[in-house]
């Protein structure tokens, strides 16, 4: 005679629904992380462009203060062409011509330099050896880039012009790859007559 010996267990096993939420659970986390690597990797592709776009918009509101400071200009001249020396709409990146402003009716295509060719203002990148300064130093052109410095008038409360105080907003774009929505950078200040 054998004896059976019958032993129950309170262990269960997980069921077949069960490891379907778990697996769906696990799957909505990981297309998230996913995502947010995708947003990740774009923005750092972007980054760089991002960059040279503040830095021009920058470049050219403190240009116009020193300027003005300097007694360069007039408080007149301050103005978007014809009444003014700035240029009315949207222009490429090119280099200050005599005035030594850019965004001005008389900039001008830049000269070769290093690894730069002729035409619109060129960012010198560091080559294969990452070392900036070095021979084997690349030129990243700006064509894709273009600035618009838009010069207006500041109402007084009562609605008349302020003489002595004009708004100036820069704004450079640009088209990344293959995109049709350009991005832009933009400051606003206000300029006064006094220095």
Known sequence: MTNKISRTSNQRGFTMIETMIAIAIMSIGILTLVAAFATAVNATQNAQENLIARQKTLEAMESIYTARNAQQITFAQIAN????????????LLCAGPDGLVGTTDDINCPASGPCATGPECVVLPGPDGILGTSDDVGMSLANFSRQIQIGNV???DGTVNTTLKQITVTVSYAKGGS???QSYSVNALISSFH
Do not use: W
């Open 155 to 157: 109402l007084n409360p």
């Open 180 to 182: 049709t929505v350009p």
């Open 81 to 92: 062409y014809p009444t003014g020396i700035f240029s009315a709409g949207s222009t490429q």
